[in-house]
């Protein structure tokens, strides 16, 4: 939801070489703020002439300091948590009483009206689309960030999380990119495991070079403690599994590394075992792009993490995350599905009642592509599409327990390549067996007590 202002300020010859103080009010739960002006020849360059108008802009937040400042050569500016235009603070959009600075530099005839127009967005709970595990130049990847963050925003992503081995350096050096959160993390890696660690810019002190669990243990604690979110990384992967014992602390569990394939099926299914027993951990999914194979092949943003957050801040994603409000789909473009109860969505506890229902919908259901619900008691709905069209179906919740849904479908090219890989790297037998059906979209589940 949007809401613009205008405010036209009057000025006179004699203020010029002067700033004057433009108030307007910031109301509450504005994501992201707008700020365009025009003027009588506001194309004039800012060489200083008795013929010209030249207006400058800046800005001051509702505590009178400075958010930054463009002079006369931007005509629009755009702040956000997440990004702000060049020569702008990236800061929250308080509520209160903020000021444009008018700066009165040059004015030809006896008095100009300046107009501006201010558009707030408000926040607004939606699913934003991101890859949470990604790596550039700063450890093994081949990108650097600025290209990842152009990758990201043509595939439609709205956040991505820089997770490179064992170093935060590059966290110091996340660039800016229009519509693009982009989230500090590390992935703490050792031979016997990997672990994301996300949102701080240094999530341990000291360094990642330990030889114990308890010790590596300790540096996931101390991330926690510092406001990490910990996700344990594609545990059961056949290249680098995770060898330790998997009884340590985690908010999340990376089940979709890459291309689905066969390791990952794995991974879901000890996770719905971990379900089943009662333990409540959010899956979701990363793409783990290093670079692209064969420069043909790539696989960036595949699987995309569907986050339900209010804004596109670092804060509500990763809050988001850690609250289970995910969908996992193939890439951020496929099929989506929608799982709710009331105004409660995946990740969700709801409170049991005669009437408590969840409608399932999936925003395209492919054809031969099959959708399956599951609760506590197992598969309770399977329809496999005859047509590609969107589908619906609501469920009575007649019990505590939780309901859970999911797409499946024939592995598609990316799949079979990825899975064909990881046989031929690790020497299996049967390096064309024929692979089953895998999973195309994946929720977290809604709780019911």
Known sequence: MEKKVVISFNISKEQHRQYFKVPFDVPKDVEALEIAYSYSGDQADSIPSEKKNVIDLALL???????????????????????????????????GKWHILCGVYMIKDQSLTVTY???????????????????????DGVKTMQELG?????????????????????????????????????????????????????????????????????????????????????????????????????????VWNGPMRLDNMKTIEWWRSELLSGKKTTIIGGSDYHFTFFKIFNFFARPTTRVY????????????????????????????????????????TVKLTENTKAPVKVDKLKKGHTLIVNNQHGQVFKYKAKKTAPFEKEFDITEKGFIQAEIWRKPNLASRLAEFGVRYVTK?????????????????????E
């Open 61 to 95: 937040d509702q505590n009178g300091n400075d958010v930054g400042a463009s002079g006369s050569s931007v005509r629009q500016i755009t702040l956000s948590e997440s990004y702000s235009s060049p020569g702008y603070k990236k800061l929250p959009i308080t509520e």
């Open 117 to 139: 127009t201010i558009t707030f967005k408000f926040k607004k709970y939606r699913y934003l689309k991101g890859d949470t595990h990604l790596h550039s130049i700063y450890s």
């Open 150 to 254: 152009v990758m990201a925003r043509k595939q439609g992503l709205d956040f991505m999380i820089m997770t490179d081995h064992n170093s935060a350096i590059h966290n110091e050096h996340l660039p800016d990119i229009p519509h693009l959160n982009i989230i500090p993390g590390v992935e703490l890696t050792h031979y016997y495991g990997h672990v994301n660690l996300w949102g701080k810019k240094l999530p341990y002190k000291g360094s990642f070079a330990v030889n114990s669990f308890d010790d590596f243990k300790s540096l996931i604690e101390e991330a926690r403690q510092s406001g990490a979110i910990v996700s344990l990384n594609h545990p059961y992967c056949s290249l680098c599994p995770w060898r330790w014992d998997l009884d340590f602390y985690r908010d999340a569990i990376e």
């Open 309 to 348: 957050a209010k804004a596109n801040t670092k804060e509500d994603i990763l809050d988001a995350i850690k609250k289970g409000r995910c969908v996992i789909t193939d890439s951020a473009k496929s099929s989506m599905i929608y799982l709710s109860s009331g105004h409660n969505v995946v990740g969700d």
């Open 428 to 448: 299996q037998k049967g390096l064309f067996k024929k692979i089953p059906k895998l999973i195309f979209a994946i929720t977290n589940p809604i709780y019911f």
